[in-house]
């Protein structure tokens, strides 16, 4: 699993960077990979509208919905599944008042 780092850590070593910090000895200093701030500079730059690319909040928002439409698909199926075996049981919904003809 990828480590996680704050955001103030990136911001930190970001500042670093701008002031003109060789990206290679910040990486052995700090004990990150270089190619992790090559990416979060990358990422900083389309933030800011240097080059096209994602923002990380639209990013994020997309993350986050993603995550809520596999959680409501599992609801779903969990569903259908109980709705089956009820069904395959013979019991239906509310006694099956619909089914009963006066």
Known sequence: MPRRY????????????????????????????SATIYRWRRQERIDVGEIPG???????????ARRRIRELEDELSATRLAASM?????????????????
């Open 54 to 64: 994602t923002d990380s909040t639209v990013a994020a928002e997309l993350a986050d």
């Open 6 to 33: 704050s955001h103030q850590f990136r911001e930190r070593v970001l500042a670093l960077v701008r002031d003109g910090r060789d990206v290679g000895d910040l990486a052995a200093e700090l004990g990150v990979a």
């Open 86 to 102: 009820l069904r395959d049981q013979g019991i239906r919904p509310k006694g099956g008042s619909r089914s009963l003809q006066p």
